[in-house]
């Protein structure tokens, strides 16, 4: 069964930057493109961009650009998110969620991960 | 950008009630690149419904989605207590990818 399981919950200052991982199972990797979403406490959920398991390449949301880098690992079936330059309203849930094209990008999302808590606080 | 904007903010109602949720859009999302999600406290959000009306795996019957354009809807025939949760509506026909504020169902 398709499995994303995610990084453990991060406390970070303003300024600082933040990696979160997702290492994928139950599927091949490389077939299907992985988003990553936030959710702020109380609030809807935020895309923020894929990552292109094949090729590396990206799509971020134009907020984000400029802070976000979404990388992977074929080898260990994993994507990263990293945020830099961290915000007090960049305090969070971000998950990761799979793309169900395989091989195309349809841009909703049919398996998420549990999601990892990221707290910006001085 | 398309702005979602879903209806109503909550509602209270009791199991086994029928249920409609709307989710309008700021501009026609083409192609009918709508999907809807549940979710529950504590938990991520899950895949109910694709290009507007089609059900994902494993999602019961009692689901059902409908619409085209600026307005789109949610339908549970019959309220069981697991559907207590908040919905939110999603289109992908535009980017930025973007989410309804959510409607959250209450038990009444």
């Known amino acids: 069964q398709v499995q994303l399981v995610q990084s453990g919950a991060e406390v970070k200052k303003p300024g600082a930057s933040v990696k979160v991982s997702c290492q994928a199972s139950?599927?091949?990797?490389?077939?299907?493109?992985m988003h990553w979403v936030r959710q702020a406490p109380g609030q809807g959920p935020e895309w923020m961009g894929w990552?292109?398991?094949?090729?590396?390449?990206?799509n971020y949301a134009l907020s984000f650009q400029g802070r976000v880098t979404m990388t992977r690992d074929t080898s260990i079936s994993t994507a990263y998110m990293e945020l830099s330059r961290l915000r007090f309203d960049d305090t969070a849930i971000y998950y990761c969620?799979?793309?169900?094209?395989?091989?195309?990008?349809?841009?909703?999302?049919?398996?998420w991960g549990r999601g990892t808590s990221v707290t910006v606080s001085a | 950008e398309i702005v979602l904007t879903q209806s109503p903010g909550t509602l209270s109602l009791s199991p086994g009630e029928r249920v409609t949720l709307s989710c309008r859009a700021s501009?026609?999302?083409?192609?009918?690149?709508l999907a809807w999600y549940q979710q529950k406290p504590g938990q991520a959000p899950r895949l109910l419904i694709y290009?507007?009306?089609s059900r994902a795996t494993g999602i019961p019957d009692r689901f059902s989605g409908s619409g085209s354009g600026t307005d789109f809807t949610l339908i549970i025939s019959r309220l069981e207590p697991e559907d207590f949760a908040v919905y939110y509506c999603?289109?992908?026909?535009?980017?930025?990818?973007?989410f309804g504020q959510g409607t959250k169902l209450e038990i009444k």
């Open positions: 501009q026609s999302v083409s192609r009918s690149f």
């Open positions: 969620a799979r793309d169900p094209g395989n091989r195309n990008s349809y841009w909703y999302f049919d398996f």
């Open positions: 290009g507007a009306s």
């Open positions: 999603q289109q992908y026909d535009t980017s930025p990818l973007t």
């Open positions: 139950g599927y091949t990797f490389t077939g299907y493109y």
């Open positions: 990552v292109d398991p094949i090729s590396g390449g990206t």
